[in-house]
């Protein structure tokens, strides 16, 4: 090395000695790396702004000479190397810009031990005389600041662009690179290995950079009077990169896909900008979130219409939430203990897109859980008083603006003059709720209205207060720019971090009583008690029939509350019409908002759903599909959602099925094995031990000479309710000592026939409605000593493992994964699927049977009783389980032996003694070995393994 100066002329790296490096005398604080690459002349430029410096501490200067073809780069940076102490001149093989600012970067972290910070100056852009003087001081004094990023002043093609606002990662991911290269970053932020990607060589690297700071925790800051001046051309670099700009984007998210996933930017806009401001109805306390059961912060009233008024001058710098929720802190509690705050939120602010005001009310209903949206305003009437009002930020800026009020008080009005939408919520609500406040939602609304028109800070005309070009969006306007990166309008406000529970969600199209349902219901439970977090959607139909056994079940229920079609579409396959994504009936960005923030989706045979979910796959959530029945036309085709499978496999992570046999229909059509889980249907209400006990000891000891027959079900063809209606009448008219119980009620009527209810009345058996609850349930199975299933098709009924838990025979027909559920003559009677007359007399003989021989029936029950206490739904749904182990390894946490509900009866789960179990589950399991005796290989391994045998 020379006396004065110091340069390095090779074509290779070269490791170079603190001592070889650094002269004793200088010890910088900031080190300024210039790359250079064919700006011969306007290196000159950079070089003397470096040096210009005017900064209480020492600067070094180190150019990179990145292999420039032109030997007068070489020259400028040997002349300044030898003739000005803190210059450093480096030459190396061409790497690229990331490659010479890497090497810059070792070299300046290896040479200066004391340096605190580096700055990158392109060759050709400058920068002024206090600079790094006022940056670094900047960051200096705030250790939250990991880099200081500058406004744009570009000469040649002049422009001043505004970039002064607080920083926010998420429009760092979402809209552009807003942190030029030309950056004070602290020496910190480079000794946790933060570098340039060496492989981008078109452009963009230091968006790359930015994005691995921000991945490490780092945080950037802008500085408004940063003394940063860029030289724009027609022609440069940076419009190279333009060019390419859609690949290079693909590749950065492809490597930044955490940062990228919807929960992460979702994260970051209720951090950074949130969506929602609450006004609490008589604190006037504004609380910002987007998720609002998530930590956020809050303010007094006067201050949120400062920063109203700051937002209306300033838009880029300041900002506001889009959207405004009135609401006293009682009903959003109500909300939040119900599970549909933000379910009632994203519906809100998808409203106020296409109408003025939203209002929002409860109303009393024990027996469901429902959201009904109606039109109201423009002359339509409300239904009653609103307890709370949304409405998006731009509707309220036009009534400050409005020189009249007279057009937005209407809303105290039953029939107010703005485009009202109205969301009714019924639920199990208390009679406050339902009555509202003493200081009503349109007071608060009006008040706040009010402080903002009578605010000092209020301008009839809002100039910008910054002399400089905007050029980043608005800050208000941030959720639009969200939207559009997730490809999902409007985005669930739910936040989920990778972390805690599984949070998974059920997809029903309707939420009532029937086997699809309870299913869904009852693995939601076995779920949660082995540590997730389950979340309910409906799609179609918006109301939620509550079934006391499933309180506290979902975390939340959540309504799409929009007509959205059962089944149907333009495509077709193997017979069956389907929506692909890119339909418009599809409404992917709905959909998919909709369903944001989950980490597993289970499909319950929501056809439409298919269309959309391979979009939710490829952003990281595990799409499983639950087949539960194959059906059949009215020809008699197999037909239905099986079909939709082998459509839609390729998106599927799991599918599951309630038998064996669809499980092999399945693999024979083409769906891997490995995707393939049987989870066996159990009983979809628990009873204890000593009620199950009881009932059986009752069936036991009763003294009856007449059979009790139950049907428990629907009154359609499905259900094969003309097979048993003409049993029914023949067994009648043979005077068979047998008594009749009909629960279920009409799907449609029958016509000239009548309805069934009418038919079988008319045999002398009432018809009675439908029962859901567990205890209802359990009366009609102690009552019958037989239930009847004469069905066309079936999956794995429930009807047929709870009436065998309390000892009820079943009598049903061979179709679908009934036989594997009843071993005919053990433990229930099998009538082989055929046409209607045979299955007719089939079923009129076995019942004829059952009535004469007292003594088979109880042989029948004993075994029906002992088969129904090995199911179990915590046993059942282990196969799925043990794949959301595989997928979260670290956040499933399954229950320890000591806590896991027991497994071998449903007894057993309730807390009998455990000597009384032991015993009980060896005989249970002895009977039920016996039942496998006629499978197949497979099935019999299968079978005896789910015994533990």
């Not at 606002?165 to 979402?174: A, D, F, I, K, N």
């Not at 109606?374 to 020189?403: H, Y």
């Not at 349109?442 to 000092?456: F, I, K, P, Q």
């Not at 039920?928 to 197949?936: I, N, T």
Request: charged share 25%.
């Amino acid at each position: 090395m020379l006396d004065r100066g110091h340069a390095l002329n090779t074509d290779l790296p070269v490791e170079l000695s603190d001592g070889e490096a650094s002269p004793a005398t200088l010890s910088p604080t900031v080190a300024i790396l210039i790359p250079a690459y064919k700006h011969s002349v306007l290196l000159t430029e950079a070089i003397d702004s470096a040096l210009a410096q005017d900064a209480p501490f020492d600067i070094a200067v180190v150019i990179v000479d990145d292999g420039c073809p032109y030997p007068e780069t070489a020259h400028v940076g040997q002349l300044y190397a030898l003739s000005e102490p803190h210059v450093f001149y480096l030459r190396k093989q061409n790497g690229g810009l990331s490659s010479a600012r890497n090497y810059g970067i070792e070299f300046a972290l290896r040479t200066f031990p004391e340096v605190e910070a580096v700055y990158f100056l392109d060759a050709d852009n400058r920068i002024t005389p206090t600079a790094i003087r006022e940056i670094f001081r900047f960051m200096a004094e705030d250790d939250r600041i990991d880099w200081v990023y500058p406004n744009i002043d570009k000469f040649g093609i002049e422009w001043n662009g505004n970039y002064t606002t607080e920083y926010s990662r998420l429009l760092h991911l979402t809209f552009d690179n807003i942190c030029e290269a030309g950056s004070l970053v602290s020496r910190r932020l480079l000794d946790a290995g933060i570098r340039f990607d060496e492989t981008m060589k078109s452009g963009f690297e230091d968006w790359d950079f930015w994005l691995q700071a921000i991945d490490n925790g780092f945080v950037g800051s802008n500085h408004p009077f940063f003394g940063f001046e860029y030289r724009q051309r027609a022609e440069s670099m940076l419009r190279d990169s333009n060019r390419m700009r859609e690949g290079i984007l693909s590749y950065i998210r492809d490597k930044h896909k955490r940062l990228f996933a919807p929960e992460t930017m979702l994260a970051l806009e209720h951090e950074e900008a949130p969506r929602y401001a609450g006004i609490s109805i008589g604190s006037y306390m504004v609380d910002f979130f987007t998720d609002p059961e998530a930590e956020h912060r809050s303010c007094g009233l006067e201050e949120f219409v400062r920063q109203f008024w700051a937002a209306r001058t300033e838009p880029e710098t300041f900002g506001i939430p889009p959207f405004l929720l009135w609401i006293t802190p009682a009903h959003r509690d109500a909300l939040a203990q119900s599970g549909l705050i933000h379910n009632i939120l994203w519906l809100g602010e998808r409203l106020c897109e296409k109408h003025n005001f939203v209002a929002i009310r409860f109303e009393t209903n024990k027996s469901e859980i429902g959201i009904a949206v109606r039109e109201a305003g423009e002359g339509q009437a409300l239904s009653a008083k609103p307890f709370a009002w949304m409405c998006s930020v731009d509707i309220l800026t036009a009534c400050v603006d409005d020189t009249s009020d007279d057009w937005v008080r209407t809303l105290r009005s039953p029939t107010p003059a703005p485009n009202v939408a109205e969301i009714v919520i019924s639920g199990p609500f208390s009679a406050r709720d339902t009555q509202g406040a003493i200081l009503s939602a349109t007071n608060g609304l009006l008040a706040t209205l009010g402080a903002m028109r009578d605010s000092g800070y209020r301008r009839t005309e809002c100039p910008r207060w910054i002399w400089r070009s905007a050029y980043l969006p608005n800050r208000t306007q941030y959720y639009k720019i969200l939207r559009h990166a997730v490809g999902a309008a409007p985005i669930m406000p739910r936040l989920s971090d990778g972390e805690g529970p599984v949070k998974v969600g059920f997809l029903l199209p309707i939420a009532s009583f029937g086997g699809v349902e309870k299913v869904a219901y009852a693995v939601a439970r076995a779920l949660k008690e082995a540590g997730c977090e389950p979340h309910l959607f409906i799609l179609c139909k918006s109301s939620y029939a509550r079934i006391p056994d499933n309180e506290g079940v979902f975390k939340s229920i959540n309504f799409l509350a929009d007509d959205y079609p059962l089944w149907g579409g333009p495509n077709a396959f193997s017979g069956h019409e389907l929506l692909m994504g890119h339909d418009e009936m599809a409404r992917a960005e709905e959909i998919m908002g909709f369903l944001s923030g989950l980490d597993v989706v289970v499909n319950n045979h929501v056809a439409p759903a298919n269309a959309v979910l391979g979009d939710l796959r490829r952003r990281g959530v595990k799409i499983v599909n639950y087949i539960h029945v194959l059906d059949k036309s009215g020809f008699g085709r197999p037909a239905g959602h099986p079909y939709l499978s082998l459509a839609f496999e390729h998106i599927y992570d799991a599918i599951l099925t309630c038998s064996r046999d669809m499980a092999e229909w399945l693999h024979a059509m083409g769906v891997p094995a490995a995707k393939l889980h049987h989870i066996r249907n159990a009983p979809s209400y628990r009873i204890s031990a000593g009620e199950r006990d009881a009932l059986l000891t009752a069936r036991r000891d009763r003294g009856n000479d007449r059979l009790n027959v139950l049907f428990l079900g629907r009154l359609d063809p499905q259900k094969g309710i003309e097979r048993l209606y003409a049993a029914a009448r023949t067994l009648q008219r043979r005077s068979a000592h047998i008594d009749w119980r009909i629960v279920g009620s009409d799907v449609i009527d029958t016509g000239a026939g009548g309805s069934w209810k009418t038919r079988f009345e008319e045999l002398g058996i009432t018809v009675e409605p439908p029962v859901y609850a567990s205890r209802h349930l359990s009366e009609a199975f102690a009552w019958a000593d037989v239930v009847v299933l004469p069905s066309r098709w079936e999956g794995a009924p429930l009807t047929i493992i709870e009436a065998q838990r309390l000892g009820c025979v079943p009598v049903a027909t061979a179709v679908g994964a009934v036989d594997e559920l009843i071993k005919n003559g053990v433990d229930g009677v099998l009538i082989p699927d055929a046409d209607d007359g045979t299955v007719t007399s089939m079923l009129v003989s076995a019942l004829a049977t059952l009535a004469e021989d007292p003594d088979r029936l109880r042989r029948l029950s004993a075994m029906a009783a002992e088969r129904g206490a090995i199911a179990n739904w915590a046993r059942s749904v282990e196969p799925l389980t043990k794949q959301l182990e595989t997928w979260f390894p670290n956040r499933f946490a399954r229950p320890s032996a000591t806590t896991r509900p027991q497994e071998d009866a449903t007894s057993r789960e309730e807390g009998m003694p455990a000597a009384e179990q032991s015993g009980r589950s060896e005989q249970a399991r002895s009977d039920a070995l016996q039942l496998v005796g006629d499978r197949p290989p497979v099935a019999q391994r299968e079978l005896r393994g789910y015994l533990g045998s």
